[in-house]
């Protein structure tokens, strides 16, 4: 299964979800690695715009393009997210959802509704699995955002 991560190109290629682990995210505390994906790129560019400011995107922005195997993944049930699951700040119920799940070594990714089109569905990539070495990465793509979606 190929899952998507638009971001800074100079860090394409890493593995560690060390991004995430310094600053947070929806689904995992400070101090919790984990990779955000999506499942197709275009929205994967959406989840990026809505979560940098224009002023703050790098002039180079590349895709990375994860291979995952269709095994050790979780899907997670929609009626089992925190309520406040789609609220903007991200909620700390979420936070801490997601930072529990990523403690599970068995688990290699989470899939979760996007809050943006929650009929489509992001895979939070949990580094820490012990498996987590099946996961590889298989091209990254240099990508040029189009400033007109953030105007």
Known sequence: MLVYHLGHTRFADQLTGEGAKLHGGRWNKIGTPCIYTSE??????????????????????????????????????????????????????????????????????????????PSEYNFILNPLAKTFGAVRIIDIQPFQLDKRIKI
């Open 40 to 117: 197709s790129k275009s929205l994967s560019v959406l989840e990026y715009t809505a979560n940098v400011r224009l002023e703050e995107m790098p002039a180079s922005l590349s895709f990375t393009v994860y291979e995952m195997p269709q095994k050790g993944w979780k899907l997670i049930d929609p009626d089992l997210l925190p309520a406040n699951w789609q609220g903007v700040p991200s909620p700390e119920e979420t936070k801490l959802f997601g930072s529990a799940l990523l403690q599970d070594a068995s688990i290699i990714a989470f899939r979760v509704p996007s809050t943006i089109i």
